[in-house]
């Protein structure tokens, strides 16, 4: 670098490469390939996620906030250790999975009808126990179709049958629902302000709603769909005459089997683009001021990247300061090229050559670093044309 030449500036800021590298891993990977090319280069690592899985990670280590542990159920109703996030300023920060997740149920103990968000109720029990009067909740990734039922029996609340029995656990029990009482819930609610994460813009019940878009990946047969939105139905009806706030078809709400749903209801939380609320948490903005160049990627980019992905959220910020943004992907799906509108100028799957999904995730570390550093290198020699 020459006398009175700028020193390069570069925002590094990827998802996650989802069963192979955290945010923070791709992040790392991806400057050691640029240092490779520009040893002085100014590289600032910004860990990024949209709300899901992965989430809690990316704004800890964007953050340096604590990690902190807590046991709560699982979303069979077992025993679990589940992770939190403290980031101080009284603010936690929660991501779903980490007690009702998907990936913590094995394939065979899947249980769509029983499935329950009671412990993450736990964790935001956990969190007003630290002093929590800000809790960002990050949906996705869910086991659950409970519209959030669970969360507030944690909280709680109590959910009666016809009868005055109080309903067990999961989505199916809701069909009963004919009564919630709210006159128990943790008191300290009234003095959190939720903000949601979400980057799915699914209604809680219908044809595009949290049983019918979702329950299938999560073990649900048609019939099981079916009763689900029936059951979820029935729990917007019980929570409108109990709290007058009808959020049935408000955008996002579907999310996490419904769990956004039961959150808007009764806490009055605050949606946000998942991507857009990591952002502010690890103060992406500020990061791009006098960035020359921006690095992003995940582990499968296509024409949904665009519909709240992390490449496409990252793409808007660097547009803001004007700078290039360079996407790096496990690989490329259809309709990928969309991405060039939004923002990203050049998009490169990291595999070098036919291999197995397999190999390519264990050798993601070494692909991503030497698809950095030949992006660099290209870049570099454009600068100089």
Known sequence: MGQGEQQLRVVVAPDSYKESLSAADVAAAIADGVRTAVPNAEIVSVPMADGGEGSLDAVLAATGGQRRLA???DA???PSKAAWGWLGDSTAFIEMAEAAGLERIAIDERRPLEATTYGVG????????????RIVLGLGGSATTDGGAGLLQALGAHL???EGGELPPGGAALLRLARID????DPRLANVRFEIAV???NPLCGERGAA????PQKGASQADVELLDRALAQFATVSKETTGRDETHTSGTGAAGGLGFAIKTFFHAHFRPGVELIAELAKLDQAMQGAHLVFTGEGRMDKQTLLGKTPAGVARYAQRHGAPVIALAGSLGEGYEALYDAGISAAFSVVSGPMTLSQACADASDLLRARARDCMLLWLAGRKC
């Open 212 to 215: 019918a878009i979702f329950g």
């Open 71 to 73: 046991v709560v159920k």
């Open 199 to 201: 980057d799915v813009d």
């Open 160 to 162: 009666f049958d016809a």
């Open 76 to 78: 069979n109703g077992r």
């Open 122 to 133: 736990e964790l935001v029990c956990a969190a007003l126990d630290a002093g929590a009067r």
């Open 182 to 185: 709210t006159q128990m819930l």
